[in-house]
């Protein structure tokens, strides 16, 4: 009887250790993240799509090697939305972040808020060293009265970084030849220049966080590196001569071959960036910011390798959302048109994830769960978390698949304002309000018209109840004041 109880004294000792051993093994192979959202980077601008005229091997290789989701969007598509949405996993009324920061919105709360938890507090709480590179543009600088200038730049104190702690970033600014950034422990009067394109200068920098020769990050923790690199954004003239080399000898005329390109601004449009036919012409520098994003893409990447962490990191390339450029006679974004509302999202860990490209109608505040499921943090995605966990899916698994989209564009100081819509598998339809409360229609069937060429409201009563109906419903859900 004594030997028996020995034994299996022995016996749960061996199972115990057998199961902390197992459960030291899942903690050191956690994967790294490494998540890279380019600002303005269209959808069409991915090269191995064919569409826009770009050099972007590196991100095509990613695309060739992991789950390419190719009908993602950018529900509010501005800078700041996106990032309220992929940091809280929430739509804009919620998290309240509804336009893009500066001093003149702040009185409105719309900036991200110390309180809230956020995709880096999970990581961070976790385990994770998490950082943080380039442009940030989610606090609020102090607020101007109307008529005062608006202040966009400011400068993040260290509580309120969400779990950052390697910080290398500034609020926003646009000087991709010149920027300026905050490191980890500089004050507010304290940047540091950098005469430099800034991709490559975030470049450099996440080399040598990579390499943590300066002890950067937890040598023996995960990382978790979110890096926003502002190109392509405007100005596209901001670029190397190098890039701008590939497109020698060509001007828009021979770069724009989408057949949705106007240059004039159409009279029936109630919402969108005019400007075309003043900038039109900077079109093939925008391509050349494409291919230089690429080519520090692919620096990074070598380092990963060269470092032995890249089989272990999920890399992810995104970007707050499009740019139109000349489609629908448009410049720039804040509009339910394809150029700009759809953006890159590609995971890449074949570690894990076979290579595949996903139809799933994916929105931003699902790139958060979705990425905490894959990395094994599904039972850490806060409550406050709007957006849903579709990680199976990239598993081939089953999963309850939405049927659209939200369309969201507004200001702080009247939510009920602007315009909103969704896209579905058929569909994309917008309705915007003016001020005095008129609204006018937009309805596109992408199923036969990919480029959006011929609004169809008006056509249809039944389908035009529909639309009207399914809005109402989405926008009721959500507690949208527009319906009122």
Known sequence: ??????????????????????????????????????DQYRRPALGFLNEDPVLTPNIDKLASEGVFFSRAVANHPLCSPYRGMLMTGQYPLSNGVIANCNS????????????????SDVLAENGYSAAYLGKWH?????????????????????????????????????????????TTNAGKDEKTTINKWSPEHEADILISY??????????????????????????????????????????????LNRENVKFTYPADLKRGDKGVERSIDQAPDYFACINGV?????????????????????????ADHG????????????????????????VHFPKKIGAKTEDLLINVPDFMPTLLGLMGLEDKIPSSVEGQD??????????????????????????????????NNEYTFAAVKDKNGEKYYYLYHDAVDPFQMKNIWGQDESLDQKMEQELAALLKSMNDPWIN
């Not at 690429?294 to 272990?312: C, F, P, T």
């Open 1 to 38: 009887m004594k030997t028996i109880q020995i034994y299996l004294i022995l016996l749960v000792m061996a199972l115990s250790s057998c199961s902390m051993q197992k459960s030291k093994e899942k903690e050191e192979t956690k994967p790294n993240l490494l998540f890279i959202f380019a």
């Open 390 to 423: 579709y990680s199976k899916v990239l598993f081939n698994e089953a999963v309850n698949r939405p049927d659209k989209q939200l369309y969201f564009g507004s200001e702080p100081s009247d939510p009920s304002s602007g315009a909103r819509g969704f896209r």
């Open 323 to 346: 740019e139109m450029l000349g489609s629908q006679g448009l410049m720039h974004k804040n509009v339910w048109f394809r150029e700009a509302y759809e953006i890159p999202f590609i």
């Open 138 to 182: 989610l606090d609020g600088p102090e607020p101007t009265a109307p008529g005062e200038e608006v202040i966009w730049d400011a400068w993040c104190p260290p509580e309120n970084r969400h779990g950052f702690s390697f910080w290398y970033a500034y609020g926003t600014h646009n000087r991709h030849n010149d920027p300026y950034y905050w």
């Open 294 to 318: 690429d080519d520090q893409i692919g620096r990074v990447i070598e380092a990963l390798k060269e470092s032995g962490l890249y089989e272990n990191t999920i890399i992810v390339f995104s």
């Open 104 to 119: 003149a919105r702040t009185a409105y709360g719309n900036f991200l808020k110390p309180e809230q938890e956020c995709f």
């Open 210 to 255: 990579l390499e943590n020769n300066h002890n950067q990050r937890e040598k023996e923790a995960p990382f978790a590196m979110f890096w926003s690199i502002n190109p392509p954004h405007t100005p596209f003239k901001e670029v190397p001569q190098k890039y701008r080399d590939h497109y020698k000898g060509e001007d828009y005329h021979s770069l």
